[in-house]
């Protein structure tokens, strides 16, 4: 180490006119998509039969189910007792 060496104060930085002190996160695609998908949550049910599930996924603020698997006819069918995995199901019916 230099004997005349010093340590001095080192002056603060701010951000450039229009720029948060977070960055630009705040205003990018990334953070707009991330706080779109926060909307959902996954939701997992335990089927009508052993060891089938039902994975739904709802959004946050609206309760609406967004998507389902197995989808609701499929759930419908399996509670019949007529459908076994890979059988065709005629939803148009």
């Known amino acids: 180490m230099t004997p005349n060496a010093s340590i001095g104060l080192v002056p ?3 951000p450039a006119s229009g720029a948060s002190a977070g960055g630009d996160f705040a205003h990018s695609r990334t953070a707009q998509e991330a706080e779109r998908l ?3 949550r996954l939701v997992i049910e335990e089927g009508s ?5 039902i994975y739904k996924t709802l959004d946050r603020v609206t ?5 389902q698997l197995p989808r609701e006819q499929i759930v419908e069918a399996m509670a ?3 459908y076994a995995p890979g059988t065709v199901v005629d ?3």
Do not use: A, H, Q
Not at 63 to 67: D, I, L, M, N, T
């Open 38 to 40: 926060s909307r959902y």
């Open 49 to 53: 039969r052993p060891g089938s599930f």
């Open 91 to 93: 939803i148009e019916s």
């Open 12 to 14: 603060p930085v701010t």
């Open 63 to 67: 309760g609406e189910v967004v998507r």
């Open 80 to 82: 019949t007792g007529d």
